[in-house]
């Protein structure tokens, strides 16, 4: 069974940052693509930012030179720095990967959601 767990959210100040992490854990054989969704209230979950298994990254519009995506082969974890965040930036935020069971069984995965709470 795959998990990914998160950590890492909570309240700051607008300007402030955080870092989000997210493992995965279980029996798999390879993680392709992990990334960061979010959904604000009464809004539609999207994108935030994705690396692919050989580093390569995209980002949401509204937070390009502010958020950063990275990831840790060694530990299957990806991490979403936040810095000088904005009220707009609050949201719960999910991690996402597509995993492969084997070479061609490739499934994703959500985990359980963190909040971000950006407010003075």
């Known amino acids: 069974q795959v998990q990914l767990v998160e950590s890492g959210g909570g309240l700051v100040q607008p300007g402030g940052s955080l870092r989000l992490s997210c493992a995965a854990s279980g029996m798999f054989f390879r993680i392709h693509t992990m990334g960061w969704y979010r959904q604000a209230a009464g809004k539609q979950r999207e994108l935030v930012a994705r690396i692919t298994s050989d580093g390569m990254t995209n980002y949401e519009e509204s937070v390009k030179g502010r958020f950063t995506v990275s990831k840790d082969n060694a530990k299957n974890t990806v991490y979403l720095q936040m810095n000088s965040l904005k009220p707009e930036d609050t949201a719960v935020y999910y991690c996402?990967?597509?995993?492969?069971?084997?070479?061609?069984?490739?499934?994703?995965?959500w985990g359980q959601g963190t909040q971000v709470t950006v407010s003075s």
């Open positions: 996402n990967a597509d995993i492969g069971q084997s070479a061609m069984r490739i499934y994703n995965y």
